[in-house]
């Protein structure tokens, strides 16, 4: 594949505008994410995927034209509701309450992951292996995070520099990441993770 073509490999072929359009690829999203967190990565064909979703294969191929399309969308989906649950913590957080707003929003990001662990951990690896055309697939849904972590520093009175907000990003990614990893992702590794951000934003 030539370098030229890959940024084309991720993107879906068309977006559904339709009411039926959407519910098709919402179908063969959540086939494909029930799939990979019962089953596993190496069990997740396009023909599985849509047999699982009720679709044809050639209503697939109309909007994803590959297995890595499938995972890029369900990482932009699960950035997204992730987003959704860090947001309404930090509308839950005191304002000027540093620490209490980090618990609150690292409660709500291990939930998350909690809700589906195979998934989530899959999804990260997967994030990694496809390295810049991921990255350039999922940049929305980071902008949008930076803008949610420079959002909770100025409600908890904090400067929202952009090397600090780099850096809470990176570390709480990386805390997360490897809770996942090593399958440690109850309370005690969301209390760990939490007084972990809390000293880096002290000291930032």
Not at 90 to 115: C, E, F, K, Y
Not at 121 to 140: C, M, Y
């Amino acid at each position: 594949m030539t370098a030229a073509a890959r940024p084309r490999a991720l993107s879906p072929r068309k977006r559904p505008t339709q009411a039926r359009s959407i519910a098709l690829v919402d179908a063969i999203l959540d086939a494909s994410a029930q799939i990979l967190e019962a089953e596993g990565l190496d069990a997740l064909t396009t023909n599985l995927a849509a047999t699982r979703a009720g679709v044809s294969i050639g209503s697939l191929y109309q909007y994803f034209p590959n297995r890595d399309a499938i995972l890029a969308s369900l990482m932009i989906r699960s950035e997204a509701t992730l987003r959704s649950r860090v947001t309404t913590a930090l509308s839950q957080t005191p304002p000027g309450d540093l620490n209490q707003g980090i618990r609150l929003v690292v409660a709500a990001a291990m939930d998350h992951h909690r809700a589906a662990p195979r998934l989530c951990a899959i999804l990260e690896q997967e994030e990694r292996r496809l390295g810049p055309l991921a990255k350039d697939e999922l940049a929305g849904a980071e902008e949008n995070m930076a803008g949610f972590v420079r959002a909770f520093l100025e409600r908890a009175g904090r400067k929202a520099e952009d090397q600090v907000v780099r850096e809470l990003e990176l570390v709480g990614q990386a805390l997360i990441a490897e809770a996942l990893r090593t399958g440690r992702i109850g309370e005690d590794a969301e209390r760990r993770i939490a007084d972990v951000l809390a000293s880096c934003a002290a000291t930032a």
